[in-house]
């Protein structure tokens, strides 16, 4: 069975700070896709970093970057420079056929 | 931009009702979902559909149904609505191909009294 397990229900970091929200999955496919996605609260939740399992290279989008380590079957989001409207709910991801999706790690940003 | 709009933002029903939730995308997109999420327990998938007319189980079904007549509208359908169906509900969309990220709705949130 595929499994998504994001290991840190609720984490807190302070403004202009650093942090990393785990991720680690479990498949026996090869060509998939990865996902982090954030929900703010009462908002919508958007996406936020895509990466493709057969690219080496960790994905970045300004602030937000990952460690993708495909042996290991880890996801991991990096949140450089942390903003108050970084507050959320991240999920992360995963596609082959269907999307399976973790169970969420809240995140609050500290003034 | 995408945008998929649900119908209702919250809903309250009452146990035993037929309920029909409503999910309206305008980007064309050929793939279509139906998730609730539920403290704790992430978002679960309870239907998707990959064309019109088509439809596949997601991990959770039971006493649901989905209507996709048309390509841009995606229906779910609690036949007889339990306090246990009491959740947020989120409609999704995304092209065919697997690395289209999904695009949500708002959600509904639904409380079966």
């Known amino acids: 069975a595929q499994t998504v397990t994001q290991s840190q229900p609720e984490m807190s970091v302070q403004e202009a700070e650093t942090v990393t929200l785990s991720c680690t999955y479990d498949?026996?496919?090869?060509?998939?896709?990865l996902f982090w996605y954030k929900q703010p609260p009462s908002r919508q939740m958007i996406l936020v970093i895509r990466?493709?399992?057969?690219?080496?290279q960790n994905a970045t989008e300004n602030r937000f970057s990952v460690n993708f380590q495909k042996a290991a079957k880890s996801f991991s989001l990096k949140i450089s420079d942390s903003q108050l409207g970084d507050t959320a709910m991240y999920f992360c991801?995963?596609?082959?056929?269907?999307?399976?999706f973790g169970t969420g790690t809240r995140l609050k940003v500290l003034a | 931009d995408v945008k998929v709009t649900q119908s209702s933002r919250y809903l309250v029903k009452r146990t035993g009702e037929k309920v029909f939730l409503e999910c309206v995308q305008d980007?064309?997109?050929?793939?279509m979902f139906w998730y609730r999420q539920d403290p704790g327990l992430g978002l679960r998938l309870i239907y998707f559909?990959?064309?019109?007319?088509?439809?596949e189980k997601g991990d959770i079904p039971e006493g649901y149904s989905v209507s996709r007549e048309k390509k841009e509208r995606f229906s779910l359908i609690l036949e007889s609505a339990s306090t246990n169906q009491t959740s947020m509900y989120l409609c999704?969309?995304?092209?065919?191909?697997?690395?289209?990220?999904?695009?949500f709705g708002d959600g509904t949130r639904l409380s079966i009294l």
């Open positions: 999704a969309s995304s092209l065919g191909a697997s690395e289209g990220p999904q695009h």
């Open positions: 498949t026996s496919e090869n060509n998939y896709y």
């Open positions: 990466q493709e399992a057969y690219k080496q």
């Open positions: 991801a995963f596609r082959t056929y269907k999307y399976i």
């Open positions: 980007m064309d997109h050929e793939n």
């Open positions: 559909s990959y064309d019109v007319k088509m439809k």
